[in-house]
């Protein structure tokens, strides 16, 4: 069994920055992608970056040049940096694992105060 555990939610003003982690339970490589993943109140669960197994990243277009997602093999880590963080990042963000499976964290609540 996999898991997958998330950190480093909180408040933060606007404009700041938050970096989240996800540390998995096995080695990522293991992984073909890793990704983060928010939900807001009311709305539907949305993919906010990716990284594959070979270091490539994409980001959605709401997040680009604010956010930047990168893995540390040796932890079995990935983060997720937010950099101007605005109001509307405001959600519970999700650590996603795929392989055979996918795998899902806990997830993280991230607040931006305006």
């Known amino acids: 069994q996999v898991q997958l555990v998330e950190s480093g939610g909180g408040l933060v003003q606007a404009g700041g920055s938050l970096r989240l982690s996800c540390a998995a339970s096995r080695t990522i490589f293991s992984f073909n992608a890793m990704s983060w993943y928010r939900q807001a109140p009311g709305k539907q669960r949305e993919l906010v970056a990716v990284?594959?197994?070979?270091?490539?990243?994409n980001y959605a277009d709401s997040v680009k040049g604010r956010f930047t997602i990168s893995r540390d093999n040796a932890q079995n880590t990935v983060y997720l940096q937010m950099n101007s963080v605005k109001p509307e990042d405001t959600a519970v963000y999700y650590c996603?694992?795929?392989?055979?499976?996918?795998?899902w964290g806990q997830g993280t609540q991230v607040t931006v105060s305006s």
């Open positions: 996603h694992a795929a392989a055979v499976r996918v795998y």
């Open positions: 990284i594959t197994s070979g270091g490539s990243t």
